[in-house]
């Protein structure tokens, strides 16, 4: 009913495709470095911590909390605008990284900070996107 | 301490028309503001040797620009860091007259922003941007209010703020917009409703666009532009208006770190660099021009350059202390109207420069009686993610 698609990623951006190849074996990768250990995240070729070191792919748990969010009541964007109201939230893994997403699947009433999430795989061809719902005990 | 006296604004220009109705370029918003600075100093294109730009208008912004005006620079600069750009190319004249690279700089601004139709603030961002940080986020539908937005709840949840204290900025921000015909004028030509002071409660009952933000809480977006020259200390003196100094600059950047606090901005590191060169702190400022891109920029920043403690915003703003009547409580808040009812064409840095400095000529609609200190602070980017922050501190003689 609605054929508008989500934007999806481009696969081929050169820092970016591991990370987005990963998410076929629902795996969700942040980079950590064997020299000095920093995290760097969003992805990139180089350590931002050293120059000595290479950044070495690891998996992150999919658990994480809700560091602050926003309700989207206006959105112009022709997929966006049908999922109105819906959920945006800086999400903190429980390994560190910070990561935008949105949480789906549960009540938008009663998303909140500190408010523990786990994630949820959205399946499109070629790419799956790391969405978040509230964290099952 | 002895306040710098090497660098000074000599002539200024914000253009009238926040609706161009598609018939002007930003090019030419750009030269005709030019133009009506330098006549506003007494002064010619022959005269500028250094050219700022950020590149609104094309692309090789320092050569392009440098032929469209008919000038030939000895110093380019195309420092392009979002709104806050002409903070950045202020500090950067002070810095190249200073060490005696040149004597007359001209900054100008143009966009048309409206009659593009451009949804700047709830399109949602494209995905497949090049950028990799964008090429991974972009899947979330974030709108750049929701970004704004996501600052205000966790400093609602870290502070106590509450949505009346945000309010407070955008209603006193209006009331100096209604006694500025060019603010009232735009809000007319970009078809406000209700054109009038607002309360409280107004802007409490406005719909929510991303929560906590209401519509009164955002910017509108406008045509516009603008133009700025500043001129060496012996330029300065034999110019047609009084010259505003710049005593004091900063410059800063903050980027998504992890466990970093998104209510905290690069206002601190940029604020405390440009008081310490100026030698003067918050409580001399007289004026302060603050992005209001939304309430909760203005709040964070507030904060951030000292005017109260982290956390304290929300009282600090409220009972009206930001109007400009109540001098004795504090600087005067966004005397022209602000971008929530003035004018915001997307990269509103240069116009905060503009009021800072009609109000130390005692030209601004809303004038603060002996107006003597400025401070102009510009926040480009994105407040709580990836964002620049750029301090002027202004002195009239």
Known sequence: MNDIKRPLPNLEERDTEDFWAATLDHELHFQQCSHCD??????????????????ISKAASGMGTVYTY???????????????????????????????????????????????????????????????????D | MKQ????????????????????????????????????????????????YDAGEGGG????????????????????????????????????????????????????????DRRAI???????????????????AGSTLIANYAMVAQRHMFDHGTTSAQLAEISVATRLHAMRNPDAVRAMEDLEFLDIRETTIDDVL????????????????????????????????????????????????TRYPTMGGDITTSAAVESGAI?????????????????Y???????????EDLGFCDKGEGGSYVTGGRLRFDRPSEGPALNTDGGGLSSNHPGMRGIFLLLEATRQLRGESTAQVDNAKLSIAHGNGGMLGSRHTGGTIILAAD
């Open chain 1, 38 to 55: 920093t995290i760097v995240f969003y992805p990139r070729s180089h350590c931002t911590g050293c120059t000595e070191g290479e950044l």
């Open chain 2, 205 to 252: 009952n406005s719909r929510v666009i991303a929560d906590p933000l209401h519509l009164l809480e955002c910017c509108m977006i406008s045509d516009g532009g603008g133009a700025l020259v500043i001129a060496a200390a012996d330029v300065a003196r034999d110019c047609r208006k009084k010259p505003v100094w710049i005593i004091g600059t900063g410059e800063a």
């Open chain 2, 121 to 139: 603030g709830v399109g949602g961002r494209a995905a497949g941007g090049l950028h990799p940080a964008d090429n991974l986020d972009g899947f």
């Open chain 1, 70 to 136: 926003s309700i989207i009541r206006q959105s112009y964007h022709p997929f966006f605008r049908n999922l109105i109201p819906y959920v945006v939230a800086w999400i903190d893994l429980d390994e560190g990284p910070r990561l935008l997403s949105n949480v789906i699947d549960t009540d938008w009433q009663a998303v909140h900070i500190g408010m523990r999430v786990q994630i949820s795989w959205e399946t499109h061809e070629g790419v799956n996107l790391p969405l978040f719902k509230a964290a099952q």
């Open chain 2, 274 to 290: 440009a008081f310490a060169e100026a030698g003067v702190t918050p409580s001399e400022i007289d004026i302060a021009m603050i």
């Open chain 2, 4 to 51: 710098s006296r090497l660098a000074a604004i000599v002539g200024i220009h914000e253009f009238r028309d926040r609706d161009v109705m598609g018939e002007l370029s930003a090019l030419q918003i750009k030269a005709q503001s030019a133009a009506r600075a330098l006549a506003d100093a007494g002064l010619n294109w022959s005269d500028v040797d250094a050219i």
């Open chain 2, 60 to 115: 090789m912004s320092g050569l392009n620009i440098s032929e469209y005006f008919g000038i030939r620079p000895r110093v380019i600069d195309t420092t392009a860091v979002g709104g806050s750009s002409y903070q950045f190319h202020a500090a950067h004249a002070l810095r190249d007259i200073a060490a005696g690279k040149a004597r007359l700089a001209l900054l100008t601004y143009g966009s048309t922003a409206h009659s």
């Open chain 2, 292 to 302: 209001d891109s939304f309430s909760i920029t203005v709040l964070t920043l507030l």
